[in-house]
C-alpha cells in the first residue's frame, strides 16, 4: 500500500520504532497520525500482537492493525551484523529512536543510547521499561495486569467492589503509552530550541504511580500523614451506575449547584440540611450515594436522562464498546475514519484532538511483516541480500 505523505505537526519527523505489544506502539501510532514517518523494526517472527486476536488475515490481528497503522514495517535479524549494520544507517537519518527491550537486552544487542548518540548525537531516544532501570526491579517482566496490581489499581478495585479485580481496558499500557509520547515530544521541542538530543525514560510502573497517586495520595503526601493514602469518593462501594425501573444510568450529582437543583426538582425525602454543602456530603459519600441508588429506582433511564440533562447535570446512558462505532456524536464529529487495505476498508477509532493548521490524519492501514523492507533499505542504498533482512 502506498501510505499518504503525513501533513500533520510531526511530518518531516523520521522515528526508528523498535517496541512491540502496545505501550510503545501506542506511542509511535498517535505520531504516525500526526504525520511522522514511522519505520517498525520486527524480528523475523513479528510482532506478538500480529497473533493475540481476530483478523482478516494471518498476522493481522485487530489489535495490532490499530496500534500500528500508518507504520512502514521492516524485517531485520538484530542477532546478525547485516541486521545491525542496516539498523545503525537507518539511526543516522532518525529523529526519534523508541524501544521497548529491557536495558541489558538492548544493550547487549549494541543500540543503548551511548551507541545509538554515537551514531547520531541529536537523537531522541526513549527507553520504554516495565520498571525504571534506577530500582532494584529493574529487570523484572512486566505486562499490564502485573503493573495493575503492582500500582494499587487492583486494591482500589476491592475497594469498590469487594474483589481484587482489574479493570477493563489495558490500562497501564495506554497510560504508560501516552507518557511516551508526552515524553519524547517534550525532548524533542528542546532540541528543536537547541539541537541538543537526549535519552528519555519512562517506565510503566512509575507512571502507574503517579497515575493512581494524582488523586489517591491525599493525606499520605504530608508529613506527618494526615490520613491513608486514598480518595473516599473514588472507591465508595456504592459509587456504580445507577439502577433505573428498566435499566441504568450514570450520573453525577456532586457539587452545590447540582445537589439543589436535583433535590428541588425531585424533592426525596431523605434530603436534609446535614447534606447541604459538598463537605457535609464528602464526609459521608458512600451513604449519599446509597440514597440517591434508592431514588433512582422509581423512574425509568429515559426519563432520568431527560430530567438531568434539562437541570444540566452530567448523566449519560451506559453504552457497550460495540455502540461506539454508532454513536451519533462520534459520529457527527466525524471521529472514525475509514481506510482502504488489502484486506478491506478498516474503519478506525479516529483522532481525539483537533490542529487549526496541522490537521493530523489516520495514517493509512498497518504494514504486514516486512512489507516495507525492500523500499526502506533501497532508501539507504542497500538490498536485503546479507542486510539480515
Known sequence: MVRPAGSGPLSGVRVVDLTSMVMGPYATQIMADMGADVIKIEAPAGDNTRYISVGPAPGMAGVFVNVNRGKRSVVLDLQSDG??????????????????????????????YEAVAAINPSIV????????????????????????????????????????????????????GLTALYA???????????????????????????????????????????????????????????????????????????????????????????LATLAQRAGQIDRVYGLLAETFLERTTGEWLDLLRALGIPAAPLRTPDELFHNPHLEAAGFFE???????????????????????????????????????????????????A
Open 83 to 112: 541486521g545491525k549494520a542496516s539498523l545503525r544507517q537507518l539511526i543516522e537519518s532518525a529523529d526519534i529512536f523508541i524501544h521497548a527491550m529491557r536495558a541489558k537486552a538492548i544493550a547487549k544487542l549494541g543500540f543503548d
Open 125 to 176: 531516544y526513549t527507553n520504554c521499561y516495565g520498571y525504571s532501570r534506577h530500582g532494584p526491579d529493574r529487570d523484572q517482566p512486566a505486562y499490564d495486569d502485573t503493573i495493575q496490581a503492582e500500582c494499587g489499581l487492583t486494591a482500589v478495585q476491592q475497594m469498590l467492589t469487594g474483589e481484587a479485580n482489574y479493570v477493563g481496558t489495558i490500562v497501564a499500557d495506554k497510560v504508560a
Open 184 to 274: 519524547t515530544m517534550m525532548a524533542l521541542y528542546h532540541r528543536a530550541r537547541t539541537g541538543e538530543g537526549q535519552e528519555v525514560e519512562v517506565g510503566m510502573f512509575e507512571t502507574m504511580a503517579s497515575f493512581m497517586l494524582v488523586e489517591h495520595a491525599n493525606g499520605a503526601m504530608f508529613d506527618p500523614p494526615l490520613g491513608p493514602a486514598c480518595y473516599p469518593r473514588a472507591v465508595a462501594p456504592n459509587r456504580k451506575p445507577y439502577r433505573t425501573k428498566d435499566g441504568h444510568v450514570s450520573a453525577l450529582i456532586y457539587n452545590d449547584k447540582h445537589w439543589a437543583l436535583f433535590v428541588e426538582a425531585v424533592k426525596p425525602a431523605w434530603a436534609n440540611s446535614e
Open 338 to 388: 475509514t481506510v482502504e487495505s488489502p484486506y478491506g476498508d478498516i474503519r478506525f477509532p479516529g483522532i481525539p484532538t483537533w490542529f487549526s493548521r496541522t490537521p493530523g490524519k489516520v495514517a493509512g492501514p498497518a504494514p504486514s511483516l516486512g512489507e516495507d523492507t525492500a523500499d526502506v533499505l533501497s532508501e539507504l542504498g542497500l538490498d536485503q541480500s546479507g542486510m539480515g
